[in-house]
């Protein structure tokens, strides 16, 4: 079973950035994509990143241009950096592994952008 263990995350102006990491306990064949969702508070989660090998990062419309995915896989981490962070970006993130038709979930870092 896969364990996700997320880093990061905070409160931050509008305009400002953060760095989210989550580690794997386990290699994940580059392959799998390991991507962030965020839930904003009576919304459902959705997926604001995803990342494989062999193909372009997947970004919701809303962060592109602001927010990139990147992977280590030496390190079994994936990040998300977050800059020109708005309002709206307010949420708790999630990283994700899909592994074998699981999900494994991290446990979750909220991120508050003050206006």
């Known amino acids: 079973q896969v364990q996700l263990v997320q880093s990061g995350g905070g409160l931050v102006p509008a305009g400002g950035s953060l760095t989210l990491s989550c580690t794997a306990s386990?290699?994940?064949?580059?392959?799998?994509?390991m991507g962030w969702y965020r839930q904003a508070p009576g919304k459902q989660r959705e997926l604001v990143a995803r990342?494989?090998?062999?193909?372009?990062?997947d970004y919701m419309d809303s962060v592109m241009g602001r927010f990139t995915i990147s992977r280590d896989n030496a390190r079994k981490t994936v990040y998300l950096q977050m800059n020109r962070l708005k309002p709206e970006d307010t949420a708790v993130y999630y990283c994700?592994?899909?592994?074998?038709?699981?999900?494994?979930w991290g446990q979750g870092a909220q991120v508050t952008v003050s206006s």
């Open positions: 994700n592994v899909r592994n074998s038709g699981i999900d494994y």
């Open positions: 990342i494989r090998s062999g193909r372009d990062p």
């Open positions: 386990e290699t994940i064949f580059s392959s799998i994509p």
